[in-house]
C-alpha cells in the first residue's frame, strides 16, 4: 500500500505539538517519520553525520528509487556480505528447530531454544544500546561477527562429531543471544552511517528485502540438507558465512561514513534514553505495538513446525517450505516499503492489524494447500509492519541517542520472545498447532487495534461507524473531533 493510497483512506493523526530544545525536529512531522536527521542538521545539532574530518553536512538527499542505497559503495559491501551470512542464519534456524524437535519431541522444547537466544536482548538490550552510542560502530560489528561465527563453527562441531545433547543447543543459543546485544542496535544504527539520512528507509527496506530473499534459500537448503545429511553441515555452513560480513566492513571506506560522535562515557545514559523515549508519542506508541507483537504474533519456528509436524504430517522439507513462502511475501514486503517515500503510523497500524487476522485465517486453514498460499501474505504483512516501525522509530530520533533507542525497539521486538515464546509454546502442546497460532493472531489483530484507537485519540481524532447505505458513506472511519461539537 502505497503513501499516497494511505493517505486517502484518513485524516492523519498529528500528534499535539509541544514545545523543543533548539535543533530538533518539529514532532507535528514525526508521525509520518519526516527527516528527523535532516531538521537536525539544518539547525545544526550536535551528532549531525558528517564525513569524517570533513567538517561538512550529511549529504542532501539523492532521488529516490527502489535501490537508491546501493549507489553508495559502502552500503554494497554491507549488503553482500549479508546476504551470505543471512542465508547461513536461516539454515541454522531450521536446523537448531529440527535439531531440537529431533532430540526432544517437544514443541516446548523449541520455545525454550527460542526464549534462550532472545532472552540476553531482554535482560541485557538496553545496555547494548549504550555501548553502540558510546563505541565506534564498525569497530563493535567486526568483533560482533566474528563471535557468531566462532559460536557456529562449535555448534557444528558438537554435531557433526555425534557429541551434542539439547543443552549444547541451548547454551549455544544463549550464547548468540549475549552477543546480539551489541550487534543489533550497532547495525541498526550503523545504517544512517552508511547512506545518511536521506536513503535510510530505503536501507532499512532493502536490508530487510536482503534478509528475507536469503530465508528464500536458507530453509530450502537447510531442509534438503538435514534430510541428506544431518543438521551439523548447516550448522558449518553459518560459521563459515560470517567471512563474508567481515571482509565486507574491512573493506569499507571510512571518508564516506556520516559518522555520528561518539556518546562520552557518563552516569545516566541509560535512564536519558529511557526518558527520551517516553516523552514522544511517535515513538512510545510505535515500540508498544512492536512489543505485543514482537511477543506474541512473531513465534513462527514453534507454530510452523507444529504445524509440519503434527498437523500435516510432513518432514523438515516441509517446514523449509513454509519458511521459503513466507520469505517471498516478506521480499515482496520489502521491496514495496523501499518505494514508499515515507513511513507513516497509519501504515503501521493496518500492516499489523492484518498481519494479526491473517494469522488467525492460517491458524484455522483447512487444508495444507491453503495454509501454504497464507503464508505470503502473512509475509508480506508482516515485513511492511516491520520495515514502517523501524523506519518511523529511526528518522523520528536524534542521532545521538539513535544506539539508545534502537535497543529499546529491538528488545521489545526480539526480547519479548523470551516471554512469549514458551507460554505460546505450551499452548501448542497441550490445545494444538491451530489454538496456538490463533492465539497469536488475536493478540497481534487488539493490539493493533488498540494502539490506532490511542494514536487517533491523540492527533484529535474518533472513531466514526456510518450504517446508512450509499456511495458517499463509509462504514468506518477516523473523522476530526471537532466535526462532532459543529454537527451538534
Known amino acids: 500500500m502505497s503513501s499516497a493510497a494511505a493517505s486517502e483512506a484518513a485524516p492523519e493523526p498529528n500528534i499535539p505539538e509541544r514545545t523543543e530544545p533548539a535543533g530538533t525536529a518539529d514532532p507535528a512531522d514525526l508521525p509520518t517519520a519526516a527527516g528527523a536527521d535532516a531538521a537536525a542538521g539544518a539547525a545544526g545539532t550536535p551528532g549531525t553525520p558528517v564525513a569524517p574530518g570533513a567538517g561538512r553536512p550529511a549529504a542532501p538527499p539523492a532521488p529516490g528509487g527502489m535501490f537508491s542505497s546501493l549507489r553508495n559503495r559502502n552500503y554494497r559491501l554491507f549488503a553482500g556480505g549479508a546476504i551470505v551470512s543471512n ?18 519431541g517437544s514443541s516446548f522444547a523449541v520455545g525454550i531454544t527460542t526464549a534462550l537466544q532472545f532472552l540476553p536482548m531482554l535482560l541485557f538490550g538496553l545496555y ?23 559460536l557456529g563453527l562449535g555448534l557444528a562441531a558438537l554435531t557433526l ?33 552508511m547512506v545518511g539520512p536521506a536513503d535510510v528507509r530505503n536501507a532499512v527496506s532493502l536490508n530487510s528485502a536482503n534478509f528475507q530473499s536469503a530465508r528464500l534459500v536458507g530453509p530450502a537448503v537447510a531442509g534438503a540438507l538435514i534430510t541428506a545429511v544431518g543438521s551439523g553441515w548447516a550448522f558449518l555452513f553459518n560459521g563459515l558465512s560470517f567471512l563474508a560480513p567481515l571482509a565486507g566492513l574491512l573493506l569499507m571506506r571510512s571518508s564516506q561514513l556520516y559518522e555520528v560522535p561518539t556518546a562520552p562515557r557518563g552516569k545516566g545514559q541509560l535512564r536519558e534514553g529511557l526518558r527520551y523515549v517516553a516523552g514522544r508519542p511517535e515513538l512510545i506508541w510505535p515500540i508498544v505495538l512492536v512489543g505485543f507483537i514482537g511477543t506474541f504474533a512473531y513465534n513462527f519456528p514453534i507454530w510452523l513446525t507444529a504445524f509440519a509436524d503434527d498437523v500435516f504430517h510432513g518432514d523438515a522439507g516441509m517446514y523449509g517450505l513454509f519458511n521459503s513462502l513466507l520469505a517471498v511475501g516478506s521480499v515482496v514486503g520489502a521491496l514495496l516499503a523501499a ?17 494479526g487476522l491473517l494469522e488467525v485465517v492460517a491458524a484455522l486453514a483447512p487444508t495444507y494447500w491453503i495454509f501454504l498460499v ?33 535497543s529499546l525497539f529491538m528488545m521489545v521486538f526480539v526480547g519479548g520472545t523470551p516471554l512469549g515464546g514458551p507460554l505460546v509454546g505450551w499452548i501448542t502442546d497441550v490445545f494444538g498447532a491451530r489454538t496456538g497460532f490463533l492465539a497469536g493472531g488475536l493478540v497481534a489483530a487488539a493490539a493493533a487495534a488498540c494502539v490506532g484507537l490511542v494514536l487517533a485519540r491523540l492527533g484529535g481524532l474518533r472513531l466514526k461507524i456510518d450504517l446508512h447505505r450509499g456511495k458517499d458513506h463509509k462504514l468506518i472511519e477516523f473523522v476530526p473531533r471537532e466535526s462532532e461539537s459543529v454537527a451538534a
Open 128 to 150: 547494548g544500546g549504550v555501548i553502540a552510542d558510546r563505541y565506534p560502530k564498525r569497530r563493535i560489528l567486526v568483533a560482533t561477527q566474528a563471535l557468531m561465527g566462532l
Open 161 to 193: 562429531s555425534g557429541a551434542v545433547q539439547v543443552w549444547h543447543v541451548y547454551a549455544m543459543a544463549f550464547a548468540v543471544g549475549m552477543v546480539t546485544v551489541v550487534d543489533n542496535p550497532a547495525r541498526q544504527a550503523f545504517v544512517v552511517e
Open 339 to 355: 518505494r514508499r517515500g515515507s513511513s507513516r503510523l497509519r501504515l503501521l497500524v493496518g500492516a499489523a492489524l492484518g498481519f
Open 87 to 104: 542465508t547461513g542464519t536461516w539454515m541454522s534456524r531450521i536446523a537448531q528447530d529440527w535439531l531440537v524437535l529431533s532430540l526432544t
Open 374 to 406: 497464507l503464508m505470503l501474505p502473512i509475509g508480506i504483512f508482516g515485513l511492511t509492519f516491520n520495515t514502517t516501525a523501524n523506519a518511523s522509530v529511526q528518522l523520528a530520533t536524534d542521532p545521538a541517542m539513535r544506539g539508545r533507542v534502537m
